[in-house]
């Protein structure tokens, strides 16, 4: 991934004349763009490990697997959320880890957090680089220094089991990289998060990640079998049947763990045969409440699509501004919502029956295949989008939750109220788009996208619009992250969200796996 970007730079993509206007008219954004730094002219902070400490790294996985050059250790900073990238932007001396240290058995893995432990090193677990929330942060906290621990090399397949239905992938393995190796076999895993070309199997599980798939698959905790993981003081092999009465899932501690109980090194997870065929239908609705009741509904009943998604009246008049792919105006106003089944031809068929019967008795009207196929076209590349608004005097973030149905509107109107307002008090404008991105029987997740422009310190201009939106989440009784998970980010609303006992809980565990506290300080336990 470009070091203070999104991605692949290659697929970078300028502003058009048309959208600078747009923004120079509605958020009187000054589109100037600012010439972004070289990579030689950021400072990063020397490294604090000795020559001892790098001898002895290097004893463990060897010389050519341990770094301190700026060039390893800047891009592995942070992650890629927008303060991420902001500071990236700036010359200032920006922290990082002390040294990369990349492993290449569980053996080895286990003689780095031995020594990490024994010397009070603190250890960030590194996968793809994508988290948004802090996760990645290279904290200190009482430690003399930090490493980054990349997980690259474990990146093979296995084992693969066509007749359960099962594979077991290394930590390391890429979202692509995954469906290569199954796809070999006939079979796919099918989770496709935004970040999914970059992100990992061991990141996927240790943040709970929610693919946009995840109406058919389920979430990515959902599609887990077992588990490895390598902590400070052992190793834990998790999960044996298809279910179990044996006390406790302890699988459930390290799903979400962010790094902060163990080292996840390989997962078991539930696969299935590449789709032999795929429908596709897009939607609009005179409204959000209009497309939100369908949604319910279509969840409800059980229709079966394999991807479900409504976005509100902003985020699909700007998504029209942005794109000619959607259709006309006409077509477009209200709401768009999109539908996509897989399976055979006959499960795909019924499916999308089913649920064209109850999108069109909530009144939905029908606008074909090619915005759903538009969608999918470009469903990994807004971060991109997101580049280039920063590049040109933007603010843009994203920022998601989740809660029940009937909670359901009054969650987007207060944390839509919280973000405007925060952003007007420093002087911006801003426009908040919002879009069901995951459904449940008795609820969804809201994902919103905010756009406004930078004014004096930006990063505190972010800080203060996401503390306000937090705010707003936690009072109205909702989840502070459906899938970005906490970090850093969301870790001052974590007592609000489990309670003062459930601290507690995670702190005994931590206190057993990781006694003097290396793994990932900062993060998730408050």
């Known amino acids: 991934m470009a070091w203070n970007a999104w991605g692949d730079p290659a697929l970078a993509k300028p502003l058009s004349d048309d959208v600078r206007n747009l923004l120079h008219t509605l958020l009187e954004i000054d589109t100037a763009a600012a010439p972004a730094p070289a990579r030689d002219e950021v400072l990063v902070r020397p490294s604090a490990l000795s020559g001892v400490h790098l001898r002895a790294l290097t004893e463990i996985v060897g010389e050519e697997h341990v770094s301190v050059q700026d060039a390893d250790r800047l891009p592995r900073a942070g992650g890629k959320s927008t303060p991420d990238l902001l500071r990236r932007r700036s010359t200032g001396p920006q922290d990082a880890?002390?040294?990369?240290?990349?492993?290449?058995?569980?053996?080895?893995?286990?003689?780095?957090?031995?020594?990490?432990?024994?010397?009070?090193?603190?250890?960030?677990?590194?996968?793809g680089g994508t988290s948004v929330v802090g996760g990645l942060d290279p904290v200190r906290g009482e430690f003399g220094a930090v490493l980054s621990l990349d997980l690259r090399r474990f990146d093979a397949l296995l084992s693969f089991d066509e007749v359960s239905g099962e594979a077991v992938l290394g930590a390391g393995v890429t979202g692509p990289r995954a469906e290569e190796l199954l796809g070999a076999h006939g079979f796919e895993l099918g989770h496709y998060p935004q970040s999914f070309r970059y992100a990992t199997i061991g990141g996927f599980a240790a943040t709970r990640s929610s693919g946009q798939d995840?109406?058919?698959?389920?979430?990515?905790?959902?599609?887990?079998?077992?588990?490895?993981?390598?902590?400070?003081?052992?190793?834990?092999?998790?999960?044996?049947?298809?279910?179990?009465?044996?006390?406790?899932d302890l699988r459930q501690l390290f799903l979400g763990s962010?790094?902060?109980?163990?080292?996840?090194?390989?997962?078991?997870?539930?696969?299935?045969?590449?789709?032999?065929?795929?429908?596709?239908?897009?939607?609009?609705?005179?409204?959000?409440?209009?497309?939100?009741?369908?949604?319910?509904?279509?969840?409800?009943?059980?229709?079966?699509?394999?991807?479900?998604?409504?976005?509100?009246?902003?985020?699909?008049?700007?998504?029209?501004?942005?794109?000619?792919?959607?259709?006309?105006?006409?077509?477009?106003?209200?709401?768009?919502?999109?539908?996509v089944f897989e399976g055979t031809e006959e499960q795909t068929a019924a499916r999308h029956e089913a649920t064209r019967r109850t999108m069109l008795a909530h009144g939905a009207t029908s606008l074909g295949e090619e915005p759903a196929r538009a969608w999918e076209h470009g469903r990994f590349d807004a971060p991109y989008l997101r580049d280039a608004l920063l590049d040109n005097g933007a603010l843009c973030e994203t920022l998601e939750t989740a809660t029940d149905w009937s909670n359901l509107a009054r969650l987007r109107a207060d944390v839509t109220a919280a973000l405007q307002g925060a952003l007007q008090a420093g002087g911006s404008t801003s426009l908040v788009m919002c879009h069901i991105s995951h459904v449940y029987p008795t609820g969804a997740s809201l994902y919103f996208t905010v756009v406004g422009a930078q004014r004096g310190d930006a990063i505190a201009q972010w800080q203060a619009a996401k503390t306000a939106a937090?705010?707003?989440?936690?009072?109205?009784?909702?989840?502070?992250?459906?899938?970005?998970?906490?970090?850093?980010?969301?870790?001052?609303?974590?007592?609000?969200?489990?309670?003062?006992?459930?601290?507690?809980?995670?702190?005994?565990?931590?206190g057993v796996l990781d006694p003097v506290g290396i793994l990932n300080p900062g993060k998730l336990i408050p």
């Not at 497309?291 to 998504?319: F, W, Y």
């Not at 794109?323 to 106003?333: F, L, N």
């Open 258 to 339: 962010e790094g902060t109980l163990g080292v996840i090194t390989a997962v078991r997870v539930r696969v299935h045969p590449v789709p032999a065929v795929r429908r596709y239908e897009a939607w609009r609705f005179p409204d959000f409440a209009a497309g939100a009741a369908a949604l319910r509904a279509v969840e409800q009943q059980g229709t079966g699509p394999t991807v479900i998604r409504l976005s509100d009246e902003t985020e699909t008049a700007v998504n029209l501004a942005m794109t000619s792919k959607i259709g006309a105006p006409q077509e477009v106003s209200g709401c768009l919502a999109v539908t």
């Open 97 to 127: 880890p002390d040294a990369v240290v990349v492993p290449g058995t569980e053996e080895e893995l286990r003689d780095v957090l031995a020594l990490c432990a024994q010397q009070r090193i603190a250890v960030v677990p590194f996968g």
């Open 214 to 248: 995840s109406a058919g698959y389920g979430r990515f905790d959902e599609m887990v079998r077992g588990l490895r993981v390598v902590t400070p003081t052992g190793t834990l092999d998790l999960g044996r049947g298809p279910a179990s009465a044996a006390g406790p």
């Open 470 to 510: 937090c705010d707003a989440i936690a009072a109205a009784g909702a989840t502070i992250t459906h899938h970005h998970a906490v970090g850093t980010d969301h870790r001052p609303w974590m007592e609000q969200e489990i309670g003062e006992l459930g601290v507690a809980v995670l702190k005994a565990v931590k």
